[in-house]
């Protein structure tokens, strides 16, 4: 429709660990962007909690629907993030 902002998703593969989070900070100010996905941040959880994340991949529920999609990364112990992904949703337009 004319005059309407199309929005977008970004999403951030891993591991990056910091370097995503700051990555994914910048570009929530962009006022297209309405969310950011974040792969392999298992081990970045509570900070990313702290600044807002609303999903992680690894949730209970989550996993029981879709875990069998994770296996090759349980086959692998040298993958120490896994495969978790987090989402770090835009602030609405004030």
Do not use: N
């Amino acid at each position: 429709a004319a005059g309407v902002e199309r929005r977008c998703a970004v999403f951030i593969d891993g591991p990056k660990g910091e370097l995503a989070i700051h990555l994914a900070l910048d570009l929530l100010r962009h006022p297209r962007v309405a969310f950011v996905a974040l792969h392999d941040m298992a081990p970045y959880r509570q900070e990313l909690v702290k600044l807002g994340a609303f999903f992680f991949s690894d949730e209970g529920w989550f996993q029981e629907q879709y875990g069998h999609l994770d296996a090759p990364f349980r086959e692998r112990p040298d993958l120490p993030a896994g495969g978790t992904m987090a989402f770090l949703l835009a602030k609405p337009a004030a």
